[in-house]
């Protein structure tokens, strides 16, 4: 008989099932509003409701709350707002009115220089995350790939005094991460080695652990999906002063004396998440890997080269549900960040007309070149604060039009701008299903380790509200019980109260 699916199994089988309901909403583009008629691709009893509602109101909506004063919706329109919210993996959010991240008040100074309030929360909770790990595995030796500027892998050499291999494939972001390096090595020596700049306290400041003087390796190259563990860095782009090195670990196996890594990836674009669970599925000598992602767009899917396996799907039961292809639409969806538009709605900010105007702009250059569909028009600085032919004639030029020759104040046009609640009711409905673009690829990755017969886990770990890829994946070979024991009460210890500083050096 055939065994009974997992919570993670349904719940993706589930996802695919209703996508595949509201594809036409899924992939549809908000700048083709106009041109393409997409209001009248609503459900006919949704359209009254959502052309009625207010902004506060579609973010009770999308928030799973009444939907403010005077909100009546239909059943179907609730039923389907219900069914995306709980089919979506739980996004941990913490109550209370959404708020700017501030400098993470236990962080060390030195470590918080270049690195902006959102990184520092990030790296911070991260951070603890792997520390966690290490003392669980037994390793000390973390792999950061995609480092960039090296801001997580000086926390876990300096502050946390892990051993730490950065990995990046360009060239100047290397270069820049061991500057950061020697600054903060300069520091130390001047201070000896508490890091203390002198001055009275700051504001809010708790006492921080010294840090540790041994900075992370830096390594320049990129990382080949199919290549062996010990021989899985191709050479950087821009390839730097010197060649990639095959195996920055030492070691035949790839690892220092046969010791075992950790690997980590915060934030790593597209196909190089699914290449670190690859590595691990496939390396003995890593112990664990965290792996958070980003740009779901830009991941791969079959048909793919022979040799060149796709980012999605990765797991046997994925690949297997009916439905489960996502287009480039449906994944860039997925990088939306649900927490701060409803916010927008929440404020009736002004911001919101900007995806009237573009859609506006969009049916004015197919008009002008018929050819062109959807071209990058790039973002437009304060465009909620100018006036629609003010915006067109920044627009215009950037897709090779000239102002002039189009009517930027036609009644066509007026007509159009007088729809901007439409466009915006049309938006809310549609990111309703984005969070579960974003379930289904990251249950997939999961499914994939569970296959293979590996710890897993997908934790909640950065507030979405200003760190909207919040979820992490951590696999392990050995249970993980006493890795995520207790990870919801550390995130009330790392609460960070902010701290008020100087700039320095023009940062």
């Known amino acids: 008989p055939a065994q009974p699916l997992t919570p993670e199994q349904r719940r993706a089988a589930a996802i695919t099932r209703l996508l595949g309901l509201y594809q036409p909403l899924l992939d549809a583009y908000v700048i083709d509003f106009f041109a393409e008629g997409l209001w009248a691709q609503l459900p006919p009893p949704w359209q009254p409701a959502l052309a009625a509602a207010t902004p506060p ?8 709350r009444a939907g403010g004063p005077g909100a009546a919706w239909p059943l179907s329109l609730l039923a389907f ?84 291999t950065a990995v990046e494939g360009d060239s100047r972001l290397v270069s820049m991460a061991e500057r950061f390096d020697r600054e903060l090595l300069r520091e130390l020596r001047k201070t000896g080695g508490s890091g203390s700049e002198g001055g009275p306290p700051r ?25 062996p563990w010990g021989e899985f860095l191709l050479p950087p782009n821009p390839p730097g002063s010197d060649p990639a090195v095959k195996n920055p670990l030492g070691g035949p196996g790839g690892s220092e004396g046969g010791q075992r890594v950790l690997v980590t990836g915060l934030h790593a674009c597209g196909d190089l998440s699914p290449a670190l669970l690859r590595h691990f599925a496939r390396s003995p000598s890593v112990a664990a890997v965290t792996s958070v992602a980003c740009c779901h767009m830009k991941l791969s899917t ?71 569909r959807r071209p990058g028009v790039q973002t437009v600085k304060k465009a909620h604060a100018l006036s629609f032919p003010q915006y067109a004639c920044l627009g215009l030029p950037r897709v090779g039009l000239d102002p002039a020759t189009v009517p930027l104040d036609s009644v066509a046009v007026v007509a159009m701008l007088e729809q901007q609640h439409k466009v915006v009711a049309f ?37 979405p509200r200003f760190s909207p890829r919040n979820l992490v994946l951590v696999a392990s070979r050995t249970p993980l019980d006493a890795v995520l024991a207790g990870l919801d009460e550390d995130s009330g210890e790392d609460e960070d109260t902010g701290v008020t500083e100087p700039p320095r050096n023009g940062q």
């Open 57 to 64: 109101q579609l973010a009770g909506l999308l928030g799973g």
């Open 427 to 463: 938006v809310s409905v549609t990111l309703l299903l984005a969070p579960l673009v974003e379930t289904l690829v990251l249950l997939d990755r999961l499914l994939y380790l569970r296959e293979q017969g590996f710890h897993c886990a997908l934790v909640p770990l950065f507030d």
């Open 203 to 227: 504001r809010c400041q708790p006492p921080t652990s010294p840090l540790t003087p041994r900075p992370p390796r830096h390594v320049a190259g990129r990382l080949d999906p199919v290549a």
């Open 302 to 372: 079959p048909p793919q080269p022979p040799g060149s396996p796709p980012g999605y799907p990765l797991s046997a039961f994925v690949a297997g549900l009916p439905g489960h292809q996502l287009s480039y639409r449906a994944r860039e969806a997925a990088c939306h960040a649900l927490e701060e538009f409803t916010g927008r709605l929440e404020r009736g900010s002004d911001s919101l007309r900007v995806h009237c105007y573009r859609a506006a702009l969009e049916t004015l250059i197919r008009a002008a070149r018929p050819g062109l």
């Open 81 to 164: 707002a219900a069914a995306a919210r709980a089919l979506a993996l739980p996004r941990g959010c913490p109550g209370g009115s959404p708020c700017p991240p501030c400098q993470s008040s236990r962080l060390h100074p030195l470590l918080r220089r270049h690195v902006k309030p959102k990184k520092q929360h990030e790296i911070r909770r991260l951070g603890k995350l792997l520390q966690r790990l290490s003392e669980a595995t037994g390793c000390d030796h973390v792999v950061d790939i995609g480092a960039g500027q090296g801001h997580l892998s000086r926390f876990l050499a300096f502050g946390l005094g892990l051993s730490v």
